[in-house]
């Protein structure tokens, strides 16, 4: 298929990143002055919500306009055939390219090389090993007497919290390598190498239109930016043996909230510094785009695949055993040129919608396969628009690989622009939020408040679950299982990252 579509596409994607920490939306500190610059001739979504998370669970929306749990929850990824955004564009003759920062759950074994002629994931890439302080206080105890002295002490409580808080600051403050740097505890390329590797791939363009999708990973746990962001934020402060204390502190698992918080706002800073280095790294691609004399035809689109949580419900990072808004709402940038009426946008738009909507305003066709509708029309004219978002997962799939993990309670939130229904299969329990006069979601509403409103997300959840059920595409799944077992035969499974 040949489309008449002459506009190119970048889609960014940016793991980690929560919405209130982007400038364009609201955030007080400069984590993001070129995407705020950007945003004045852009549309800004200020409601965009992921239709899964984690990764595992956000892509299959982004990538193929459908819900993850859709070809059930022994599926993950792609389905070997299945159309996405980039098989829809190169068959329409765009040249096609991804390069992703080593997140093992974007790779060709989950199916997203499809339709790429140039995929990158970085995966085989010599960056510097994982970090092994985020193993909370399990360090290495390489003598017998500490051994001995860690099982004595824990036989009195009191006494063993003690010991564990006293070896824990031995082995990062004082046992430490004092000459460590950032590079060598960083465990994804950063955003610069990822860039460095698109602009090369764009000077070798042939006059194609192109589809450039670039996933950054930089926000993403342990937490190691580079000093330049970090100067940037006035955060120069903190050096690689002060992050590296940060990340072992924040992932350990003897402390309490209380505890923990006492250095979230410091660690909220690496992550800042984390989503500086992208917003600097987006800039240079653009000067890139400029340069070559593309920016001027070139659609840009520049979201999350879930947010992080800081203690904002007392856990941290992305497990998926929750559902809330600093987890399922990201930022949402669409820049189209040629359009001059920009706006902040702020009905609900769920990220299922992404795909329909970027070939609409490509002029491209869009698959009939596709969940999502394109909202591209109801953009142009300024008019809102009234629907949900459904968001779901697998509680506790803490690592798809195995299939074990993948086979437990469905998860799933149904939200619109005031009210917000969560349902936890695990327990059965259902949660009933009002955004407006709860934005943090600290108190549900009780059993017998706002029923009529209950009564209708519980519908529209029911529907939501009987439609993926009712129209499940038995070879797509066939096709995926088959993949997975072969894979599983053939492969070590890689070490898991949510």
Same mark, same amino acid.
């Given at each position: 298929?040949?489309? $008449?579509? $002459?506009?190119?596409?970048?889609?960014?994607?940016?793991?980690?990143?929560?919405?209130?920490?982007?400038?364009?939306? !609201?955030?007080?500190?400069? $984590?993001?002055?070129?995407?705020?610059?950007? /945003?004045?001739?852009?549309?800004?979504?200020?409601?965009?919500?992921?239709?899964?998370?984690?990764?595992?669970?956000?892509?299959?929306?982004? @990538?193929?306009?459908?819900? =993850?749990?859709?070809?059930?929850?022994?599926?993950?990824?792609?389905?070997?055939?299945?159309?996405?955004?980039?098989?829809?564009?190169?068959?329409?003759?765009?040249?096609?390219? /991804?390069?992703?920062?080593?997140?093992?759950?974007?790779?060709?074994?989950? !199916?997203?090389?499809?339709?790429?002629?140039?995929?990158?994931?970085?995966?085989?890439?010599?960056?510097?090993?994982?970090?092994?302080?985020?193993?909370?206080?399990?360090?290495?105890?390489?003598?017998?007497?500490?051994? #001995?002295?860690?099982? /004595?002490?824990?036989?009195?409580?009191?006494?063993?919290?003690?010991?564990?808080?006293?070896?824990?600051?031995?082995?990062?403050?004082?046992?430490?390598?004092?000459?460590?740097?950032?590079?060598?505890?960083?465990?994804?390329?950063?955003?610069?190498?990822?860039?460095?590797?698109?602009?090369?791939?764009?000077?070798?363009?042939?006059?194609?239109?192109?589809?450039?999708?670039?996933?950054?990973?930089?926000?993403?746990?342990?937490?190691?930016?580079?000093?330049?962001?970090?100067?940037?934020?006035?955060? !120069?402060?903190?050096? /690689?043996?002060?992050?590296?204390?940060?990340?072992?502190?924040?992932?350990?698992?003897?402390?309490? =909230?209380?505890?923990?918080?006492?250095?979230?706002?410091?660690?909220?800073?690496?992550?800042?510094?984390?989503?500086?280095?992208?917003?600097?790294?987006?800039?240079?691609?653009?000067?890139?785009?400029?340069?070559?004399?593309?920016?001027?035809?070139?659609?840009? =689109?520049?979201?999350?695949?879930?947010?992080?949580?800081?203690?904002?419900?007392?856990?941290?990072?992305?497990?998926?055993?929750?559902?809330?808004?600093?987890?399922?709402?990201?930022?949402?940038?669409?820049?189209?040129?040629?359009?001059?009426?920009?706006?902040?946008?702020?009905?609900?738009?769920?990220?299922?919608?992404?795909?329909?909507?970027?070939?609409? =305003?490509?002029?491209?066709?869009?698959?009939?396969?596709?969940?999502?509708?394109?909202?591209?029309?109801?953009?142009?004219? !300024?008019?809102?628009?009234?629907?949900?978002?459904?968001?779901?997962?697998?509680?506790?799939?803490?690592?798809?690989?195995?299939?074990?993990?993948? @086979?437990?309670?469905?998860?799933?939130?149904?939200?619109?622009?005031?009210?917000?229904?969560?349902?936890?299969?695990?327990?059965?329990?259902?949660?009933?939020?009002?955004?407006?006069?709860?934005?943090?979601?600290?108190?549900?509403?009780?059993?017998?408040?706002?029923?009529?409103?209950?009564?209708?997300?519980?519908?529209?959840?029911?529907?939501?679950?009987?439609?993926?059920?009712?129209?499940?595409?038995?070879?797509?799944?066939?096709?995926?299982?088959?993949?997975?077992?072969?894979?599983?035969?053939?492969?070590?499974?890689?070490?898991? #990252?949510?």
């Amino acid at each position: 298929m040949k489309s $008449t579509a $002459t506009q190119s596409l970048v889609l960014i994607t940016v793991d980690c990143l929560r919405a209130d920490h982007a400038g364009f939306l !609201g955030y007080h500190r400069p $984590t993001t002055p070129f995407l705020d610059s950007l /945003a004045r001739e852009s549309f800004v979504f200020s409601n965009a919500i992921v239709a899964g998370s984690p990764t595992y669970y956000s892509f299959p929306a982004i @990538m193929a306009s459908r819900h =993850a749990l859709s070809l059930g929850r022994d599926m993950v990824g792609l389905a070997p055939g299945e159309a996405t955004l980039a098989s829809v564009l190169h068959d329409a003759g765009y040249a096609t390219s /991804a390069f992703l920062a080593g997140n093992p759950y974007l790779s060709p074994r989950f !199916g997203y090389d499809a339709g790429f002629e140039t995929f990158e994931d970085f995966l085989d890439a010599e960056i510097g090993p994982s970090d092994n302080s985020l193993q909370s206080t399990e360090f290495s105890q390489s003598s017998l007497w500490n051994r #001995c002295l860690s099982r /004595a002490s824990h036989k009195l409580r009191p006494v063993g919290s003690i010991y564990d808080e006293l070896y824990f600051q031995y082995c990062l403050r004082l046992a430490a390598d004092p000459a460590i740097s950032f590079e060598k505890l960083r465990r994804f390329p950063a955003a610069d190498v990822v860039v460095d590797q698109a602009c090369r791939w764009l000077t070798d363009l042939s006059g194609r239109p192109f589809f450039l999708w670039l996933h950054f990973m930089d926000p993403h746990a342990p937490y190691y930016p580079s000093q330049q962001a970090l100067d940037e934020m006035q955060d !120069g402060a903190i050096d /690689a043996t002060e992050a590296r204390y940060l990340n072992a502190y924040w992932n350990r698992g003897d402390l309490r =909230a209380n505890r923990l918080g006492r250095e979230r706002d410091h660690v909220m800073s690496l992550y800042d510094a984390g989503i500086r280095w992208v917003d600097t790294q987006v800039s240079r691609l653009v000067t890139e785009l400029r340069g070559l004399r593309l920016w001027d035809n070139c659609v840009l =689109a520049l979201t999350a695949d879930h947010g992080e949580e800081f203690l904002d419900h007392g856990e941290r990072y992305h497990p998926p055993n929750k559902l809330t808004e600093e987890l399922v709402r990201v930022p949402l940038l669409l820049r189209v040129p040629g359009v001059s009426h920009k706006r902040l946008v702020e009905s609900p738009f769920s990220l299922i919608h992404t795909a329909p909507t970027l070939l609409d =305003a490509l002029n491209a066709s869009t698959p009939a396969d596709f969940k999502g509708r394109s909202h591209w029309e109801s953009l142009l004219s !300024g008019k809102s628009w009234e629907g949900e978002a459904v968001v779901e997962c697998v509680r506790g799939c803490l690592n798809p690989f195995h299939m074990k993990s993948r @086979m437990g309670a469905r998860l799933l939130s149904v939200r619109e622009p005031r009210f917000k229904l969560v349902l936890d299969f695990n327990n059965a329990s259902q949660d009933l939020f009002d955004l407006q006069a709860d934005p943090e979601e600290r108190s549900p509403l009780r059993a017998g408040e706002a029923g009529q409103v209950r009564r209708r997300l519980l519908e529209k959840a029911r529907r939501h679950i009987s439609d993926s059920l009712q129209f499940r595409d038995r070879d797509s799944v066939l096709a995926a299982r088959i993949r997975h077992l072969r894979q599983d035969w053939t492969q070590t499974p890689v070490r898991a #990252c949510a």
